[in-house]
């Protein structure tokens, strides 16, 4: 089992910063990418971001250079640096990874969600 523990939500006025993390933990071969979904109330969940172990890096168009998202292997961490918030960034922040199992088996893990409220 592989275990997503994500921190650094909260309230924050527009125009402000938050940055959060992701660090997965467990039994595992790789994982490959990590990245960010968000959920606000009333809609599906969506991409926000991801980076592979490699560094290569995709971004939402919403996101695009306001945040950032870098990776520490050693730590198996995850974090997005979330610049220039809006209001419209509010939502719940889910951590995701694709993890390789020992077992050659690969599978899809979430955090359990942390939240982001951008105050106007």
């Known amino acids: 089992q592989v275990q997503l523990v994500e921190t650094g939500g909260g309230l924050v006025q527009a125009g402000g910063s938050l940055r959060l993390s992701c660090a997965a933990s467990?039994?595992?071969?790789?994982?490959?990418?990590m990245g960010w979904y968000r959920q606000a109330p009333g809609n599906q969940r969506e991409f926000v971001a991801s980076i592979t172990s490699a560094g290569r890096i995709k971004f939402a168009d919403s996101v695009m250079g306001r945040f950032t998202i870098s990776r520490d292997n050693a730590k198996n961490t995850v974090y997005l640096q979330m610049n220039s918030l809006e209001p419209e960034d509010t939502a719940v922040y889910y951590c995701?990874?694709?993890?390789?199992?020992?077992?050659?088996?690969?599978?899809?893990?979430w955090g359990q969600g942390t939240q982001v409220t951008v105050s106007s």
């Open positions: 995701n990874a694709q993890v390789l199992a020992p077992n050659g088996l690969t599978a899809i893990y």
């Open positions: 467990g039994r595992f071969l790789s994982i490959d990418p």
